[in-house]
């Protein structure tokens, strides 16, 4: 298969784009975590649970890009890989609208992710502290699955 230059350099993007963002909130969080570990190091702490946090995406990712593959597998049309690349042009303009929208018309786009969280904060609460191991490497997993626009719109162009 060839390399397809044109999604590397827009994940490229993303991820340049988005890491002063990611830097700014998800370090916040983190130290936040950190600093409630209960005296564990703070810098192995952090490290730690956004080591995690990278799992959640890599998993979000693999369920996300099994299923937009094995849909464009299934039907083997190359209209459908067309379309879909149309798709993910859509959804990006439909966030750039969503970033401008300063009367909170498109606000309603933001409630499957919210609802998500909703399920899985309860389950967060109860790991906190995070003054072991496994319930930082179980926080860092669950923050993979905060809703997170630079996370979410990514899933949604490659699904």
């Known amino acids: 298969m060839p390399i397809d230059w044109l999604t590397i350099s827009a994940a490229l ?5 988005g890491g002063l963002h990611c830097a700014a909130m998800c370090g916040g969080i983190a130290t936040g975590i950190a600093m409630g570990s209960g ?3 703070p810098l ?3 490290v730690q649970v ?10 979000a990712g693999v369920i996300v890009g099994g299923f937009g593959a094995g849909l464009l597998t299934l039907a ?3 209209g459908l890989v067309l379309g879909a690349r149309m798709a993910v042009g859509l959804v990006l303009i439909v966030v750039a609208l969503r970033l401008l929208d300063r ?4 606000a309603f786009l933001s409630r499957p992710g919210a609802g998500l969280w909703r399920l899985l904060a309860p389950l967060q609460r109860r790991l906190l502290p995070a003054n072991t191991l496994p319930r930082r490497l ?9 809703p997170c626009g630079l996370s979410a719109t990514l899933l949604v162009a490659r699904g």
């Open 39 to 41: 005296g564990q190091a």
């Open 50 to 59: 956004n080591l995690a946090r990278v799992g959640g995406y890599i998993v």
């Open 13 to 17: 993007l993303a991820g340049l784009m």
């Open 44 to 46: 192995a702490t952090a």
């Open 76 to 78: 083997r049309a190359e």
């Open 103 to 106: 009367h909170g018309k498109l």
């Open 138 to 146: 179980a926080v860092g997993m669950m923050w993979g699955w905060m």
